[in-house]
């Protein structure tokens, strides 16, 4: 087997991590690797233990060893349920599920319990699972001497079954691909860092392994990071949300230049009719007093603009964003009060871009095409910028791209303009093929990607028509 091209490192500030051992090319598999173990959120819904698909209490059957709900006798056969099976049964007796469709308490014990039976049933994994970093949790579950007790843990002390939550909840990824989403942990991509500006991403497989991707040129000696969270969200968000998740106060370069590489995802409008300056403190890493704009030197206090702003983002998180008439509306309210890629922008053409192109292209109007291509085109340089990792996103917006150029060319109506148009597209969407060549085909990304196939067979029709 070729060696990977990344070693692990270690110093007392990162701890362990992943350095490059060569350059690698945008678009490498860096690694893949199947979790150490998967299973139920903390907080969920009443889930079938084998399937991940959420049950009613008509859709489902308790198992008939261990009482946990299930879809049928496969799923109660599935290997994805014996660890949580046998040490339920071990207990004496069987767990009852009553309420569906609430938050069921009873299954923050499940993927706990999933991680103890590794070290009776794979403990190289166990050995793994235990090396990776704990942090003291302050999320809302049950105490461990509780969980030890109804399961009759006698085995284990409260510490270890502690230390197993914590390493859970710290190093959890969320799996998308089952029919609810599931935590997931994994090894050697539990090592990557943190970046707003990641070099990497990560996917998944239609069987739960993850794929670690390189999302750009990655030279010998970088650290691999991937982005631990939204990266489309402005710099006080990012930092708050990471101290609040992963208990640290990000200071990347990204977080340290308050224009985020002159995307202006954080700038607000001047509001001086006469100046077309955008306003912005000289960083967000300290107690912010006052905003400067950039043109005419006017200054604005932290507290009016904070005001401001909390109320812009009570609308957006308000508004309903399944609605392209509130988008639009709230896109025109506050094209003169924040930057046309202000992080709210984004947020709402986002939802935006994503409904008019779930539409039939053919038959969005003239004017929709067009805010559909702006928008869209917007979109594509702030990601390209300040989130290159976001493959996903990046071969969506590039596929609605060449799905718009080609349909406002056709109404046109000019055959030469046309045929152009449609080779600069087959361009496109080569590319968007790239960003999505790894994703598995239960995600619409990964359906997407099997659609650009279609779509560049049509183009190649036309462009050999005479
Ligand atoms: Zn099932
Ligand atoms: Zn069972
Ligand atoms: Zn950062
Ligand atoms: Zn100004």
Request: net charge negative; with cysteine; glycine share 4%.
């Amino acid at each position: 087997m070729e060696a990977p091209p990344y070693k692990i490192c270690f110093d007392n500030i990162l701890g362990r991590h992943l350095v490059a051992t060569h350059s690698i090319d945008c678009g490498t598999v860096i690694l893949e690797e199947p979790p150490l173990v998967r299973g139920p959120f903390f907080h969920t819904y009443a889930v079938c233990l084998a399937c991940g698909k959420i049950l009613t209490e008509a859709s489902s059957r308790p198992c008939s060893k261990c009482g946990w709900p299930l879809c049928d006798e496969n799923c109660e056969k599935s290997p994805n349920h014996q660890p949580e099976c046998i040490l339920t049964v071990a207990r004496g007796n069987k767990i009852s599920i009553k309420n569906f469709g609430v938050s069921n308490p009873n299954y923050q014990f499940v993927t706990i319990l999933r991680a103890l039976y590794l070290k009776q049933a794979a403990p190289e994994m166990w050995e793994k699972l235990m090396q990776l970093q704990p942090h003291p949790i302050d999320v809302n579950i049950a105490p461990p001497s509780f969980i030890r007790k109804l399961f009759k843990l006698d085995d284990w002390s409260e510490d270890k079954i502690k230390k197993v939550a914590e390493i859970l909840t710290i190093n959890g990824h969320e799996l998308p691909i089952a029919r609810s989403p599931q935590l997931a942990v994994y090894d050697k991509t539990s090592l990557l860092e943190h970046c707003c500006q990641a070099n990497c991403t990560k996917t998944f497989t239609n069987e739960g392994h993850v794929l670690v991707i390189a999302a750009r040129q990655i030279e010998e000696n970088e650290h691999l990071s991937i982005c631990y969270t939204d990266p489309l969200w402005g710099v006080e968000n990012r930092r708050l949300h990471l101290h609040q998740t992963k208990h640290f106060w990000c200071s990347c370069s990204r977080c340290e230049d308050p224009s985020e590489m002159g995307t202006n995802i954080n700038s607000i409008r001047c509001p001086n009719e006469s100046c077309s300056g955008f306003v912005l403190p000289k960083t967000f890493l300290q107690e912010i007093k006052i905003w400067n704009c950039d043109s005419c030197d006017a200054v604005f206090s932290n507290d009016n603009i904070s005001l401001l702003l909390g109320k812009i983002g009570a609308e957006v998180s308000e508004m309903p964003k399944e609605d392209a008439a509130a988008c639009k509306q709230f896109i025109k309210k506050y094209d003169k009060v924040l930057a046309a890629t202000h992080f709210y922008m984004i947020d709402v053409k986002m939802a935006l871009s994503h409904m008019l192109s779930s539409e039939n292209y053919e038959e969005l109007s003239y004017n929709d095409l067009k805010l559909l291509f702006k928008t869209t085109e917007e979109l594509k340089m702030v990601a390209e910028t300040i989130a290159p990792a976001e493959r996903r996103l990046l071969g969506l917006i590039l596929y609605r791209l060449a799905k718009t150029k080609i349909e406002m060319a056709r109404r046109d109506d000019d055959e030469g303009k046309f045929r152009s148009v449609l080779a600069e597209s087959r361009n496109d969407f080569c590319e968007a093929r790239l960003f999505l060549a790894n994703e598995p085909t239960v995600l619409p990304e990964g359906r997407v990607c099997l659609k650009i196939g279609l779509e560049l067979k049509l183009i190649d029709d036309l462009l050999t028509k005479k």
